[in-house]
């Protein structure tokens, strides 16, 4: 797998090396966070999301307190 020079963070692309996370994090600590993998594929048609409403409702359901 190629590997990527960048990351998204904090609304913006940052180089790895300057990728940083506070300790003192609140999701370092506690486990406070919530991931859900989106699939787009590339079709004739153009780019397609699988399940997108699906996967929307899982993210807001396990994000919610």
Request: aromatic share 12%.
């Amino acid at each position: 797998m190629k590997e990527s020079k960048f990351i998204w963070m904090d609304g913006e692309l940052v180089a790895w090396k300057d990728a940083q996370v506070h300790v003192l994090t609140h999701a370092l600590h506690y486990g406070t966070g919530v991931f859900e993998g989106i699939r787009c594929y590339a079709t004739k048609q153009g780019p397609a999301v699988f399940r997108l409403k699906e996967h929307v409702d899982r993210l807001f359901g396990s994000a919610h307190i």
